[in-house]
T-cell receptor, first 113, second 111 residues
Framework: NAGVTQTPKFQVLKTGQSMTLQCAQD?????MYWYRQDPGMGLRLIYY???????DKGEVPNGYNVSRLNKREFSLRLESAAPSQTSVYFC????????????FGPGTRLLVL | EDKVVQSPLSLVVHEGDTVTLNCSYE??????LLWYKQEKKAPTFLFML????IEKKSGRLSSILDKKELFSILNITATQTGDSAVYLC???????????FGSGTKLNVKP
């Protein structure tokens, strides 16, 4: 049981390049989330998926797209990276209705030059 | 607008001190409030609070929720250097299971 896994761990991009951050969970959770964390800003929600086949915008969705490929996987895509997207990205999952919390992946550190 | 506000933003104490971290919230369809500890990587879960007035304890850490006044506190007694971390407060809602996070309190415990 690996919990929530994310790839890659680190990435350096040039402005304008694109990339996809991958996230997978093996806990059979319905809900999955993408957050970014910047110094002093706490965690900010980018997108979330309440269940397979649905996605919704969070607090800071501009410049990102997501795909809920199946129940296990939720990917985050940067189509044209900008320096303002330099951040640490966390994926998380949780189960609706259960006495549970969110489980977080280890994070992806992204640097956009 | 839904929001979660934590205070103070940062705190420096010495080992053995007791600290109280605050979290206030304004959200619709509140379900629960959660506390996390974040050291270098992903946040790790500390407590989940759903009912007012019931204290949750884990070792030197305890937390309580006031749903009338819309806030929670996290207490750490006899602090140790290993308690140094960012403590995050989050509110879970019935809005499609959306969570709202505060910006965190950075705690630095000096020897």
């Amino acid at each position: 049981n690996a919990g929530v896994t994310q790839t890659p761990k680190f990435q350096v991009l040039k402005t304008g390049q694109s990339m996809t951050l991958q996230c997978a969970q093996d806990m059979n959770h319905n809900s999955m989330y993408w957050y970014r964390q910047d110094p002093g800003m706490g965690l900010r929600l980018i997108y979330y998926s309440a269940s397979e086949g649905t996605t919704d915008k969070g607090e800071v969705p501009n410049g990102y797209n997501v795909s809920r490929l199946n129940k296990r996987e939720f990917s985050l895509r940067l189509e044209s990276a900008a320096p303002s997207q330099t951040s640490v990205y966390f994926c998380a999952s949780s189960e609706i209705g259960a006495e549970e919390t969110q489980y977080f992946g280890p994070g992806t550190r992204l640097l956009v030059l | 607008e839904d929001k979660v506000v934590q205070s103070p933003l940062s705190l420096v104490v010495h080992e053995g001190d007791t600290v109280t971290l605050n979290c206030s919230y304004e959200v619709t369809n509140f379900r629960s409030l959660l506390w996390y500890k974040q050291e270098k990587k992903a946040p790790t879960f500390l407590f989940m609070l759903t009912s007012s007035g019931i204290e949750k304890k884990s070792g030197r850490l305890s937390s309580i929720l006031d749903k009338k006044e819309l806030f929670s506190i996290l207490n750490i007694t006899a602090t140790q250097t290993g308690d140094s971390a960012v403590y995050l407060c989050a509110v879970d809602t019935y809005n499609f299971n959306k969570f709202y996070f505060g910006s965190g309190t950075k705690l630095n415990v000096k020897p």
